[in-house]
């Protein structure tokens, strides 16, 4: 697993982990009894001297191949399926695995996280692609999730036994999901966190996703992982990558990781209470070097972001008026481009992304291009601020990567129409 800072000048870590089972050809042994197949997000058989128990069973997508990597290592009827969060990628192979018997267990709130999940797909689904589609090669759309209701839910902590050994499920919310599970085998000493810590270990937290998402609370998130050091867990087995072992070295990055959390929130609140603005303190953000963790999916200035919202919602003082009713100040732009002129603002775009202004000049060509889509300057200057971020974002950070390459995708596909 990406799992070290040191490790952030190799790309975007995340990229790899999501597509880390496409040439997979065979189950990775974790331990004895512990057998992994990579996913998108990744699934776990638990081996019993009375059965099987999975951890959560992959993407609808993959099932026969899923089933097919477990098979050889499946030791008789399938007991019970945990799943760690209500996201696809954790249950879409339910159907596939669950046999006569087999009880499916889901953190509290799943129904209803995965019944809002599901409602605004319409909405979702467009955004998730934008970001995902090039990255996961789908070439075509994802078969629709099975309809998915536990049989039983936690509420805090849920004990059970099977074929003597003992499993703990325990609410660690936040991650991705208010129902997040973790899957705790107190005598072999093994956490199944999910995403509890995002997708990457030792890494940033994604508050909010770029997809949209219910912002996931911060004292939520450090609760949770304070509750898994206390564990004092041997061996951490999360939703991607490799597993992470050895104790000393986990409470060290679970203790780095709070760190890194506490600082950004105080950051926050401090410089609220300084009277500073929430882009002031984005811009300002850099975690001590003692702290510093990885940005593979979330950064540190978008944590910044989401904690301000959290803490003091959505209204910023600042932005005055007009945020409090239905009129963008996108409904003005007419005016400016009829007052400046389109190759004006054009224009004045470019030489802010001449002299390394590039979100200067996007202000200024979301203008020109709301009112003349096909403006092709502006267009122009719209590949190359983009070009310009793209070479300047953070190291390692699929999500900015995603972003910045579809808007330069878009920018290319609308010169070439309007060649």
Same mark, same amino acid.
Not at 120 to 127: D, E, I
Not at 183 to 191: C, E, F, H, S, T
Not at 341 to 358: K, W, Y
């Given at each position: ?22 040439? %997979? ?10 057998? %992994? ?102 070439? #075509? ?97 999360? #939703? ?34 300084? #009277? ?144």
């Amino acid at each position: 697993m990406a799992s070290d800072t040191a490790d952030q000048g190799k790309g975007p870590a995340l990229a790899g982990l999501v597509r880390a089972g496409d040439a %997979q050809a065979a189950a990775i042994a974790v331990t004895p009894f512990v057998f %992994q197949v990579n996913d998108i997000s990744n699934l776990y058989l638990v081996t019993t001297a009375d059965g099987d128990v999975m951890v959560n069973t992959g993407f609808m997508d993959n099932t026969e191949r899923n089933i097919a990597l477990l098979a050889p290592h499946r030791t008789g009827p399938l007991r019970k399926i945990v799943l760690t969060q209500s996201h696809a990628d954790h249950f879409g192979g339910v159907d596939a695995f669950r046999e006569a018997g087999t009880e499916v267990i889901g953190g509290p709130g799943f129904d209803e996280a995965w019944g809002d999940m599901k409602r605004l797909q319409p909405f979702f689904g467009p955004r998730s692609a934008k970001l995902w589609a090039s990255t996961l090669r789908r070439g #075509g759309t994802p078969k629709p999730p099975p309809e998915v209701k536990p049989d039983r839910l936690v509420d805090r902590v849920l004990d059970f036994t099977v074929g003597g050994r003992r499993f703990e499920l325990i609410h660690a919310p936040e991650g991705e999901t208010v129902d997040n599970l973790i899957v705790w085998l107190p005598d072999d000493r093994i956490a199944f966190t999910g995403n509890l810590v995002g997708p990457v270990w030792l890494s940033m937290p994604f508050f909010c996703t770029l997809r949209g998402d219910k912002p996931r609370a911060v004292w939520n998130t450090l609760k949770a992982l304070r509750r898994l050091r206390d564990l004092a867990p041997e061996i951490v087995i999360t #939703g991607h990558g490799d597993p992470i072992r050895g104790a000393e070295r986990i409470a060290a990055d679970v203790d780095r990781m709070i760190g890194a959390i506490e600082w950004v929130r105080d950051y926050t609140l401090d410089g609220m209470n300084a #009277g500073k603005t929430v882009h002031e303190l984005m811009r300002e953000a850099r975690l001590p070097e003692a702290l510093t963790i990885g940005e593979f999916h979330g950064k540190v200035s978008w944590a910044v972001k989401t904690i301000w919202d959290e803490y003091a919602g959505w209204f910023h003082y600042e932005d005055g008026t007009t945020e409090l009713y239905g009129v963008p100040r996108s409904a003005i732009h007419a005016d400016l481009v009829a007052l400046a002129g389109a190759d004006a603002l054009a224009q004045r775009a470019e030489a802010h992304c001449t002299a390394g202004r590039p979100l200067e000049a996007i202000h200024l060509i979301d203008i020109v291009l709301g009112v003349e889509p096909g403006h092709r300057p502006a267009l122009a200057v719209k590949l190359a601020a983009h070009q310009q971020l793209l070479a300047q974002a953070t190291t390692g950070n699929l999500s900015e990567t995603m972003w910045l390459r579809s808007e330069i995708a878009d920018a290319e596909r609308r010169l070439a129409e309007n060649g």
